[in-house]
């Protein structure tokens, strides 16, 4: 199993590809979102985050419709909901599910480490859950949907080294 997140390519929200190994040497916390959530108006703090780390942290979220049918849009209707209401400039991820059968592989991976480092919870229990990773790619903190992205406890384990 690989020991950090390097290696995944994801296809982005507009067709690009996300490839981590570019973020190499800059914390990443990659986030399950969706459009139709109570914890949607985190988008708006994620923003907030990733401008303030910027070029420190990089923020990847990943549309997901597993939790209550939350994000039922296209790429494209996500896409343009980011843009619009809260001028997401993060990268974003094509639409993914995030449990069950069908699971991205990248999701796999990240459930697998937190597991393995007896991380709470190692698999989203809803939209907005969080999996921070240290500058090498090593997942080093999971963060339920009810932390805040500019939370003290996220915040902290940011600047941490």
């Known amino acids: 199993m690989k020991d950090n997140i390097y290696s995944f390519k994801v296809p982005g929200l507009s067709g690009q590809q996300i490839d981590f190994s570019q973020f190499k040497g800059k914390k990443i ?6 459009s139709k959530c109570g914890f949607t108006p985190q988008y708006a ?11 420190k942290l990089v923020i990847v979220g990943f549309p997901a419709n597993n939790f209550g ?7 494209k209707e996500i896409s343009q909901f980011c843009t619009n209401n809260y001028q997401i ?7 993914v599910s995030v449990k069950g059968e069908d ?23 809803w939209n907005f859950h969080k999996y921070l990773l ?7 903190a999971v963060f339920p949907s009810k932390v805040n992205p500019m939370s003290e406890e996220i915040i902290k384990a940011v600047v941490a080294q």
């Open 89 to 95: 400039t993060f990268p974003m991820a094509a639409k």
């Open 29 to 34: 916390l990659v986030v399950n979102t969706a």
């Open 45 to 55: 703090d994620l923003e907030k985050l990733y401008k303030r780390f910027e070029g």
């Open 103 to 125: 699971t991205a592989p990248i999701y796999q991976w990240l459930e697998g480490q937190a597991q393995k480092k007896g991380l709470d919870p190692s698999v989203p229990q």
């Open 134 to 140: 240290n500058e090498s790619g090593e997942l080093v």
């Open 69 to 75: 049918h939350q994000e039922p849009g296209t790429n």
